[in-house]
């Protein structure tokens, strides 16, 4: 069956380091991959999105990669501040159709 | 641009009873998703429409569950009848998307349903 797994529920970091999330997938072969932002009470805000045939992504202090042989993306925080604490969730695309999300990776960034 | 506009907000209710969740979504946007997050099972897909036709229903969780777009500008989700486990916030999302563009979807702030 089709799955996308973000393998932290949670993850603390210091304020200045790089945050690193990862989204796997299993019985996928997305043509495009988004990670998204929520906050508590608040609906996905979208981040990012990068193509099957891209390796890397970048915007601002955020940077993502995808590897379609390993079948993962690595979301990137560079510099990272308490402002960045929030769930990140990682959302598979076949081709501009359906979008399954993963269950997300809740950040927080301490001062 | 007001954004995707759900409402409502809150919604508690008996089981048995009958809910009806609203969406509108962004002005232009050709596709409409309706999703479900709760803590257990994460943001699932319910149902996607593209221009108004529903495409994917596989997620809706069973007959009780029914959703509609009856044109561009409204869509609505409709749980009847409600059962405690249908506790959950429900979002909407839109999006201009086809199989060449995957456009970002943009989310209302969702509708926290609460059966007893």
């Known amino acids: 069956s089709q799955k996308i797994e973000q393998n932290s529920e949670a993850l603390n970091i210091q304020e200045g380091k790089t945050a690193t999330l990862t989204c796997n997938y299993t019985?996928?072969?997305?043509?495009?991959l988004q990670w998204y932002r929520q906050d508590p009470g608040r609906g996905p805000v979208f981040l990012l999105l990068?193509?099957?045939?891209?390796k890397e992504k970048r915007k601002e202090r955020l940077k993502v990669t995808f590897d379609t042989t390993l079948k993962q993306s690595l979301f990137h925080i560079t510099a990272s501040q308490p402002a960045d604490s929030a769930t990140y969730l990682c959302?598979?695309?076949?081709?501009?159709?359906?979008?399954?999300f993963g269950a997300g990776t809740r950040l927080t960034v301490k001062p | 641009d007001a954004g995707v506009i759900q409402s409502p907000r809150h919604e508690v209710t008996e089981m048995g009873q009958e809910v009806t969740l609203r969406c509108k979504p962004i002005?232009?946007?050709?596709?409409l998703f309706w999703y479900r997050q709760t803590m257990m099972r994460g943001l699932e897909l319910l149902i996607y429409?593209?221009?108004?036709?529903?495409?994917?229903d596989s997620g809706m969780p069973e007959d009780r569950f029914s959703a509609k777009m009856p044109n561009a500008s409204f869509s609505t989700l409709k749980i009847q009848p409600s059962e405690p486990r249908d506790s959950a916030v429900y979002f909407c999302?839109?999006?201009?998307?086809?199989?060449?563009?995957?456009?970002?979807?943009?989310f209302g702030e969702g509708s926290r349903l609460t059966v007893l």
């Open positions: 959302a598979l695309d076949p081709w501009g159709n359906d979008m399954r």
């Open positions: 019985n996928y072969s997305p043509a495009y």
């Open positions: 002005s232009g946007h050709n596709s």
């Open positions: 999302a839109s999006s201009n998307r086809d199989r060449v563009f995957a456009g970002e979807l943009f």
């Open positions: 429409f593209n221009n108004n036709v529903p495409i994917d």
């Open positions: 990068i193509r099957e045939n891209e």
